[in-house]
């Protein structure tokens, strides 16, 4: 008996190097928040913009924590995606994950759009579902 050929691993790859992306796009966020900080203490240090009613450091510093909190849950998600992609298991997250991928850009798009028609072929979803 013959077994039906999947992509599963070639999908394995894929969002194991997405995931890497992810995580490595969030040291732009980082540098944003750096960013942040370094406006802060130059205006902290010049007395003479104090008419200034906000500070435009603290706008970098949260537009930057929040990007990294965003980008590494991303990126971790990823990752748990290829792995269970590798153990054939959790067939709802994995789904998830492909439908949130969309939401990420072009290389997010492609492999959710695959990633979906992949999953929803009927020897797939055998494989997901033995018990």
Do not use: Q, R, W
């Not at 200034?52 to 930057?64: C, D, E, S």
């Amino acid at each position: 008996m013959e077994t039906p050929s999947n992509n599963l691993g070639l999908f394995k790859t894929l969002y194991l190097v997405k995931g890497i992306l992810t995580l490595c796009f969030s040291l732009f966020f980082i540098a944003y928040a750096v960013m942040g900080l370094f406006f802060d203490k130059i205006i902290d240090a010049n007395d003479a913009n104090n008419d200034m009613p906000f500070n435009v450091g603290f706008i970098f510093l949260i537009i930057g924590i929040i990007g990294v909190i965003i980008c590494v849950t991303f990126g971790i998600l990823t990752l748990m995606a290829s792995k269970y992609l590798k153990d054939v298991k959790n067939y709802n997250f994995i789904f998830v994950i492909a439908i949130l991928n969309c939401l990420t850009g072009i290389l997010g798009i492609v492999l959710g759009i695959f990633t979906l028609i992949e999953l929803n072929k009927p020897e797939v979803k055998k494989l997901f579902h033995k018990v």
